[in-house]
């Protein structure tokens, strides 16, 4: 079945880099756009970005844009995302999400979500 | 960007209601419109694409409605396992915006 498994919580400073990996498995990797969405304790959802899984291509969101980076690798069927320059607002649970494209385009499934937590 | 707006954030119904939470769009999209679940410490799941096709698995009582910028996610007779914060998102363009959410909630 298809499914996407996100690494562990992680506790960074501020200042400091994280990076989330989201592994999946049960389909052709290079053939679904990857979507990056994070959640802010008792907040919405955010969109963070989108990767080509098949070229790397990559769209960042206006609000995180020049500290997020995100790769894959495509040997282990795994999408990466890193943010940098952590600040307390960064604090969120990260879901990674594959995008079916059709006429029309959707999320799923969606990984468990990654909390990454900002405190000095 | 496009701006996606959910009403109502909140509601409380009894088990057995009709419950009715609309979206609308600042621009027209056609049916870019899909709808997600969130219960409490899970991630979002899928409910509706295309705004009105029923993802596999999900109960027949979950229905989508509308076109270019109105669209409304009706549960025809709310469920225990119902109460959750439902989710719009607009799949047109980047970013994929999503609506604030509806916490539905027991009266």
């Known amino acids: 079945q298809v499914q996407l498994v996100q690494s562990g919580a992680e506790v960074k400073k501020p200042g400091a880099s994280v990076k989330v990996s989201c592994k999946a498995s049960g389909y052709t990797f290079t053939n679904y756009y990857m979507h990056w969405v994070r959640q802010a304790p008792g907040q919405g959802l955010e969109w963070m970005g989108i990767i080509n899984p098949y070229d790397g291509t990559t769209t960042y969101g206006q609000k995180v844009q020049g500290r997020v980076t995100m790769t894959r690798d495509t040997s282990t069927s795994t999408v990466y995302m890193e943010l940098t320059s952590l600040t307390s607002d960064d604090t969120a649970l990260y879901y990674c999400?594959?995008?079916?494209?059709?006429?029309?385009?959707?999320?799923?499934?969606w990984g468990q979500g990654t909390l990454v937590t900002v405190s000095s | 960007d496009i701006q996606m707006t959910q009403s109502p954030s909140s509601l409380s119904a009894s088990i057995g209601d009709r419950v009715t939470i609309t979206c609308r769009a600042s621009?027209?999209?056609?049916?870019?419109l899909n709808w997600y679940q969130q219960k409490r410490g899970q991630a979002p799941k899928l409910l509706i694409y295309?705004?009105?096709s029923l993802q596999s698995g999900v109960p027949s009582r979950f229905s989508g409605s509308g076109s270019g910028t109105d669209f409304t996610l009706t549960i025809s007779s709310l469920q225990p396992e119902d109460f959750a914060t439902y989710y719009c998102?607009?799949?047109?363009?980047?970013?994929?915006?999503f609506g604030q959410g509806t916490k539905v909630e027991i009266k």
């Open positions: 998102q607009q799949s047109y363009s980047t970013p994929r915006t």
């Open positions: 999400a594959r995008e079916i494209r059709r006429r029309e385009n959707w999320f799923d499934p």
């Open positions: 295309a705004a009105s």
């Open positions: 621009q027209s999209f056609g049916k870019y």
